[in-house]
């Protein structure tokens, strides 16, 4: 039982490129969520989805998209990246327990844009 | 929109001693979290509380949700230099269907002198 990965851990992106970043859990978990962590400015989600073939908008969306094609995995895109989104991002996954969803974190990916 | 303030914002104690952490919000939540993040890694729950008043321990942690349901604290007793890292409050709130939405505190850095 991995739990949540992540992939890759670190990129280097020119300001205009493209990229994916891979979120998987082997959990069977419902939700998974992809926050940014920036210094002094805590966990900000980014989107999220409580299901296969459903996403939806968090906090920051501007300039990302995501996919949940399966339930195991959720994949985050940058179409154009930009200095700005320089940070780490960090996937979660959750399940109902108690009537509440705790949410576990994958190890992170540190994105740099030049 | 919901926010938490998390104080202190850093700490730095001897080996041995007990610390106190808490978040505070004009918010109700119905869930509180607490995390805690090593350097390089994901957050990693230490903590949830379901109810108003609920006292939880894990080991030397113990945290409490505040009655009004607007608070929780996070106590670490006896504290030894591998608790060095950041600690995350999180409040969970519930708006019907899959509307479940979690609120990060900006954390709480914590250093520990051996």
């Known amino acids: 039982n991995a739990g949540v990965t992540q992939t890759p851990k670190f990129r280097v992106l020119k300001t205009g490129q493209s990229m994916t970043l891979l979120c998987a859990q082997d959990?069977?978990?419902?939700?998974m969520y992809w926050y940014r962590q920036d210094p002094g400015m805590g966990l900000r989600l980014i989107h999220y989805s409580v299901g296969e073939g459903t996403t939806a908008k968090g906090e920051v969306p501007d300039g990302y998209n995501v996919s949940r094609l399966k339930k195991q995995n959720f994949l985050l895109g940058l179409e154009s990246a930009a200095p700005s989104q320089t940070s780490v991002y960090f996937c979660?996954?959750?399940?109902?327990?108690?009537?509440?969803?705790?949410?576990?974190f994958g190890p992170g990916t540190r994105l740099t844009v030049t | 929109g919901q926010q938490l303030n998390q104080s202190p914002q850093s700490m730095f104690i001897q080996e041995g001693e007990d610390v106190s952490m808490n978040c505070t919000s004009s918010s109700i939540f119905n869930t509180w979290l607490w995390y805690k993040q090593d350097p390089g890694e994901g957050p990693v729950l230490l903590i949830a509380?379901?109810?108003?008043?609920e006292l939880t321990s894990n080991g030397r942690l113990t945290a409490q949700f505040g009655i009004t349901r607007k608070d929780s604290f996070l106590n670490i007793s006896a504290s030894i230099p591998s608790d060095v890292g950041i600690y995350f409050c999180?409040?969970?709130?519930?708006?019907?269907?899959?509307?479940?939405?979690?609120?990060f505190g900006k954390g709480t850095l914590l250093t520990v002198n051996p």
């Open positions: 509380l379901y109810k108003a008043g």
């Open positions: 979660a996954s959750s399940y109902l327990t108690s009537g509440s969803y705790e949410q576990y």
């Open positions: 959990m069977n978990h419902e939700y």
């Open positions: 999180a409040g969970q709130t519930y708006s019907g269907g899959s509307n479940y939405k979690l609120t």
